[in-house]
């Protein structure tokens, strides 16, 4: 399809010669050769530009994301996840909160353990998001909505701490906070911001409504912004529950440890195997594995992906950019004969024809950091915190497309400035 669509236009302009005996005199006329030669180098310049707009965004999204992957606002490395669904093994509530209470307690007591902790779901697990609706008191409600839907997880008293994501203002839920007693929150920064903007969002109340009795929960606590869904995301409200006020059937076990948390899953499992050998663990990895897992592995592809097809163009701009300068350093050779013949040098031979390679490599540039400039906006929705394509990331990339077409131009250039005047002359 490509070799066809290609084929049209010269097809086209070949069809459309009318004094046959001047085309074939004089090759056609100024007018057309000149056409073909704007068509030729718009096609090298346009594959420059598009191979710099590649390039440009593959370094972007490289550094924008080894940014935010420095700063996901948890911890990140030396602890160790594992996943329980004690109704699968037939438990009721009663009996799943005596055993998240026995393995609470024996993990804690582990040579090497530095803190524990549970919840309904990780960080950047996009198993299974927990979607909660609401109503925060004191917020007016968009106009036709009755509700509005928050990201929430169950937490207990030691995951925090042990995700190590800091308290900003108010208190951490506590074993006391049970079913028994009022239903307490926290809210991050975010969601505070969002729902009470100039206010102090400790003491405001936020009903459930998932709940059949669609409780009030009071704010209890702020915590610091992390990122839930995807590593380059901005500011995301976020609700935590009580895990002993609102049992759920799945959770997560956060073991942190002072040395290689791979040494604890053996452990681990022996604990679960004595208090129940018919609980079923699944999960079980450190943190590093959970988070360049889900962090890493649709950015690093995109970022493979966009690189390789700007290194292909690139290639496909200096194969073009070679045939072109060589063509038309070839259709000069008589001109540089005459130019070598009455006293030019073989150096202002090889500036002359480098220079079309080098207008050609400086259009393509132009056009590519115009461009580039015009994806940078759209990249800020990637990236919201990271900003657009800074003068760092251009200075990174624009000068290997000009090295490399520069080389391209050169050879033929090289080529012309050695031609014998002698020989040139004699040519038709």
Do not use: C
Request: glycine share 8%.
């Amino acid at each position: 399809a490509s070799a066809f669509i290609s084929s049209l236009v010269p097809a086209w302009h070949a069809s459309r010669a009318t004094n046959l005996a001047f085309t074939l005199r004089s090759g056609g006329s100024n007018v057309q050769r000149l056409s073909r030669l704007w068509g030729r180098n718009g096609l090298v310049a346009g594959q420059v530009a598009l191979s710099l707009m590649l390039l440009t965004v593959t370094v972007f999204l490289n550094r924008a994301f080894q940014a935010e992957l420095s700063r996901p606002g948890f911890r990140t490395e030396r602890m160790l996840l594992s996943s329980f669904e004690p109704r699968l093994a037939g438990y009721d509530v009663p009996r799943t909160e005596a055993f998240y209470r026995q393995l609470k307690e024996r993990a804690q007591a582990l040579p090497g353990v530095a803190s524990v902790g549970m919840t309904s779901i990780m960080p950047l697990n996009q198993d299974n998001r927990e979607s909660l609706p609401i109503v925060p008191e004191g917020f007016q409600l968009p106009q036709g909505t009755d509700s509005l839907s928050v990201l929430s997880a169950r937490i207990d008293e030691g995951y925090l701490d042990t995700m190590a994501i800091p308290i900003l203002r108010g208190r951490n839920v506590e074993s006391h906070d049970t079913t028994n007693t009022p239903r307490v929150v926290l809210v991050n920064q975010a969601m505070a911001s969002r729902y009470w903007p100039g206010q102090d969002a400790i003491g405001k109340r936020i009903r459930l409504l998932d709940r059949d009795s669609q409780p009030w929960a009071e704010v209890i606590g702020v915590t610091a912004d992390n990122k839930y869904n995807w590593i380059g995301e901005g500011p995301t409200p976020w609700l935590y529950l009580a895990q002993r006020q609102d049992l759920g059937a799945r959770s997560t076990l956060l073991v942190a440890s002072t040395g290689d948390a791979a040494t604890l899953a053996a452990p681990l499992r022996e604990i679960v195997k004595e208090i129940d050998p018919n609980m079923p663990i699944s999960g079980v990895r450190t943190i590093e594995e959970f988070y360049y897992g889900n962090a890493a592995g649709i950015v690093l592809a995109l970022t493979r992906v966009t690189g390789t097809m700007g290194l292909l163009g690139l290639a496909l701009a200096l194969v073009g950019l070679y045939g072109l300068v060589a063509y038309a350093a070839a259709r000069r050779t008589r001109e540089i004969g005459i130019r070598m013949a009455v006293g030019a040098q073989s150096s202002s031979v090889l500036r002359m024809v480098l220079r079309h390679g080098f207008i050609l490599s400086a259009a393509g540039v132009v056009l590519g950091v115009t461009g580039s400039m015009a994806v940078g906006g759209l990249l800020r929705g990637v990236f919201p915190t990271t900003g657009t394509i800074d003068f760092t990331t251009y200075l990174l990339v624009v000068p290997l497309p000009v090295a490399v077409t520069l080389l391209a131009a050169y050879v033929p250039a090289r080529r012309a400035a050695r031609i014998d005047p002698l020989v040139a002359l004699r040519q038709e």
